[in-house]
């Protein structure tokens, strides 16, 4: 609308906004009433041989079977699911609360899936019925789009509002949208002045702040994360159609495998000098042994530089273009097939990998702790071979996962990494010899000490174990 | 009973008369050391200037000194005599496993000065016994020709530092002497000595903060080193790849006799030992038939010089026990190799590197040594606009693989003589990125 200017309309003209804004603030408290119900609160413990730690983290429900989501960085995909207990479901305000059940993480998504138990899904409203028909609305720049937040636990996650506006959308390389100010909770929805869902925040950038103090009086460059509430969110095209992507067993199997190591961005001046023009690459510092990679005839250092015939896309910053790469693993499954364009010197040489299924994963790997000795052994699996650069076919032996302090593990200097290969001069096979070793160990009272042979950083130790 | 009343009083009579002959030609042996060296490390070429004391040997002006205070990054030696006057001196050898170098003084300009040089005589470090007086001799804090007494604390000390000289190895081939003569910062290179006057060792560490616990190389390893660097300015010697350990408390585990093995804690993958298929956990009982003992870690380092001493390319028989199973295996020695390889720095670049060395690659478990470490980037200048980091290894420079330090410098020179963007390969925690120096 073209506003008459001049001192003597500026009155009526502010009259005229805030008349607009008193209608906005009668639609939006009901929105916001309707809406909160899709997010909620989640709380899961941790727990280890030493301790047990709790988490809290926000997700949004997505479904009437009472599916939640949870953002990438809510649970550490490190952590064995098994050790991941007691998920707690919170309605936000509602002191009281219902039992999850984990599902497990999806690989292209990132999202950690829990399923609130049946009697509380009564009062949850899944996202999807905020969202539009067909294509959702791509936020306009300087558009007001609003969205949910929860405070912490003692307040029992009451809901507020945080209302901000539009200030830049990126592929990053998922199309992001960036608030002017923060948006939401990590994990909750956006949405836009209609109430239509427009987005999934995600968790917040790091700040750049300087920070001056007595002790540093020229200032000291610092980044601060907001953990509460984030500017950042996935629009909405990047969420809807993946909400089907439900993991059938917890450790998110099956895992679509190419097995091109150490991706690492080819900057726009390598471009330049390689006279590529304003192609994208990816370096591949490895190919790991028996690979889909590997058997496509793909090499260590070969720069992947097209997908299904298509050029990488240019983003910025540039090293978005390894995560663009790793989606397109992860958005496909065993069996399908991967055309890739490679740049080696100068050829560009065309590769087809038939993915594979990830070998077993180290969060994936047998464990047993061995509580009078003093640690916990773990399952050698491919990744170990990989991080000790020895042959796949010669993997054998366990992997210390744990050391408790004080303990004769301890203090006979084993280390969490320690690679086991010898038990009291006995060459350890697999894990089950291994257990079946420290079991007897352990169940013999008479025993006093026994000997450790790992393997260090490529050095081998003797370890004396004292039991007594 | 009348002898021992003599050898009781000879004591303090001579000490009440001044100190011997030997002690005061001695005194004037000891030189102070200033060194100004290069250092490479910020990716420019500095220079730094440092203190050390040093000992004459002989008529023909050779010093002995500690490879920390003089090493060949030094660029300018300039020497103290008693006398105070300055004469210019070059390093003829160094040797960081045992700490010693080797110093020529400029002979044309003494004798063109008629400067009166006079030299110190070793002792025989193996007859020290503990408390024996000895007095060091020194520059500490350059305060020139210090005495400070002490005695043999204990004559067989053990330490290993794997990067106790500079950044190189040493200890692993000598036990040594310990002392509380006042041993400080300055000290390093000056002699260790009876009250004679000889030479029964050369002062090289101290603990800092702890109250004179001072070491010294024993005057018996230092006299091969001398022979060994005046000979051919390097000390060569063999390496098998054995890392070992002492049995203490193992004995009974692996079934041994009290005085008899050496537990090998590690092998060096790649090495000689590793090819003759030894591994850790492995006890080593004789070398060519001569048992060894290795109960204590005090006796590991003669083992390991043993093992060292070997000419280059022997054979060794080495009779290996692994479970209840006794063998000979034969392994072909190889040069040892320090994991620190020689440094440069690369101006235009603001770049200083070391060249990775075998034993650095296999440390650090690289495919192969080739490649450069970078040990310093200069802010502002292309390797740090471009995004190198200490620590980072440079494997190809325009697609051409760094086999030698020599490569390197030829892309730098071809940019210093016609600026161009170059392609650095590099290798950071095992990804490898591609990076472009501008100019």
Known sequence: ????????????????????????????????????????????????????????????????????????????????????????????????????????????????????????????????????????????????????????????????????????????????????????????????????????????????????????????????????????????????????????????????????DGLEPMDRDVADFLKLGDQSGAVVSEVLEGSPAEKAGMKDHDIIIAIDGRPLPV?????????????????????????????????????????????????????????????????????????????????????????????????????????????????????????????????????????????????????????? | MILLALALFSGPAAWAAGMSRGFNQLLDAVVRIDVREADFDGGSRRFEASIGSGVLLSSDGLILTNAHVASPRAVEITITLASLERVGAKLVGWDHWTDLALLRLDMADVRRRHLKLTHGEFGDSEKLYTGETVYAVGTPFGLTRTVTRGIISNSDRYFEDDNGVDGYETGAFNTWLQTDAAINPGNSGGPLVTEDGRIVGITSRAYLGANNLGFAIPADVAKVIVAGLVQSGTITRSYIGLVPKALQDFEAFF??????????????????????????????????GRKIDGRFPERLPPIQNMIASQPVGANLILTVKRGAAVSDVSVVTEPLESSVGEEWVLDAWGLSVRKVSRTFARVNQLPDDTGVLVIGIQPGFPADTAGLETGDIVTKIDEKPLASLEVIKAAHAAYVARPAPTLFEVLRDRRISLIILKP
């Open chain 2, 255 to 288: 079934s041994l006799a009290l005085d008899n093995g050496m537990l090998i804690d590690s092998v060096d993958p790649g090495s000689p030992a590793a090819r003759a298929g030894l591994a850790g956990g492995d006890i080593l009982l004789a070398i060519n």
């Open chain 1, 1 to 260: 609308m073209k506003l008459p200017s001049g001192r003597y309309f500026l009155a009526l003209s502010a009259l005229f906004f805030l008349g607009g804004g008193l209608a906005r603030a009668a639609d939006i408290p009901a929105l916001w009433a309707e809406r909160v119900k899709c997010a909620v609160a989640v709380e899961y413990f941790t727990e280890s041989e030493s301790e047990r730690r709790t988490t809290v983290a926000y997700g949004v429900v997505i479904d009437r079977a009472g599916t939640i989501i949870l953002p990438p960085g809510a649970i550490d995909s490190h952590v064995p699911p098994g050790q991941l207990k007691e998920f707690k479901i919170f309605v936000p305000g509602d002191p009281v609360n219902a039992t999850g059940v984990y599902l497990g993480q999806d690989a292209f998504t990132g999202w950690h899936f829990v399923r609130a138990e049946e009697k509380v899904r009564a009062r949850l409203v899944p996202v999807t019925d905020f969202a539009a028909a067909g294509r959702s609305p791509v936020p306009a720049l300087d558009e007001e789009v609003w969205g949910i937040g929860l405070r912490p636990l003692e307040e029992d996650f009451m809901p507020y509002i945080l209302t901000s506006h539009v200030a830049l959308i990126q592929a990053l390389p998922q199309l992001t949208g960036e608030a002017q100010q923060e948006v939401a909770g990590p994990g909750l929805p956006v949405f836009n002045r209609a109430g239509v869902f427009v987005g999934l925040a995600l968790n917040s950038g790091a700040q750049p702040y300087m920070l001056y103090s007595q002790m540093n009086r020229g200032g000291a460059p610092v980044l601060v994360v907001d953990v509460t509430e984030s500017s950042l969110f996935d629009l909405a095209d990047e969420v809807l159609p993946y909400l089907g992507r439900i993991p059938k067993n917890v450790d998110g199997r099956p895992l679509a495998w190419l097995g091109a």
């Open chain 1, 315 to 468: 983003f910025r910053p540039n090293r978005y273009v390894t995560d663009f790469v790793d989606r397109e693993i992860e958005r496909r499954r065993p069996g399908d097939v991967l055309a890739l364009t490679v740049l080696r010197g100068t050829d560009r040489v065309p590769l087809r990998a038939t993915l594979g299924d990830e070998p077993t994963l180290i969060r994936e790997a047998r464990r047993r702790y061995f509580e009078r000795i003093g640690f916990t052994a773990r399952e050698f699996v491919y990744g170990d071979a990989i991080e000790r650069r020895i042959k796949v076919g010669q993997s054998a032996g366990v992997v210390v996962h744990y050391v408790k302090p004080n303990t004769p593990a301890a203090i006979a200097g084993l280390e969490p990494d320690d690679w086991i290969k010898e038990i009291d001069g006995v060459a350890i096979g697999t894990f089950a010899d291994a257990v079946a070793e420290l079991s007897s160990i352990e169940a013999d009272q008479l025993r006093t000490e026994f000997v450790l042979l790992v393997s260090r950083g490529g050095d081998t130790a003797v370890l004396r174990v004292k039991l007594k």
